[in-house]
């Protein structure tokens, strides 16, 4: 039951863009007891289904910018291959911090976007009153 909540839980921030593996590497290792190669490996097997019928869904809406994909797709694959390597070839205490300090980074640009789009918005309110 676990496992089906979590597939569905990171599945849904996958389909809304915001890194449903993300996710799905965090719950994998912090409550699916599994280590930090298997839950990254694991992401990567998910992360193919949950591409294409997203791909699926906004080519249909016509929102992909095929051009653009075609070169990131061809630049992520080279950077997937490398990164592979480098994370085989690493200690799992090494990789979880690493990840940590990844998230960490994420975690701290949402929250000054968050605070430049409030100050924006309280500016743009300002000038209307």
Sequence with gaps: MLEVIIGIFSGIFSGVGM????????LLTMFGGLEQHIA???NLI???PTAISAIIVNYRDKTIDTKLATFISICGI???IIGAK???NTDVEKLRKLFGIFLAIIAIHEIYTLFKEYKQHKKRHNKIS
């Design 40 to 42: 990254q490996a694991t």
């Design 78 to 80: 080279i950077g997937a």
């Design 46 to 48: 998910y992360f193919i």
């Design 86 to 88: 480098i994370s085989v």
């Design 19 to 26: 890194g449903g593996g993300t996710i799905l590497i965090f």
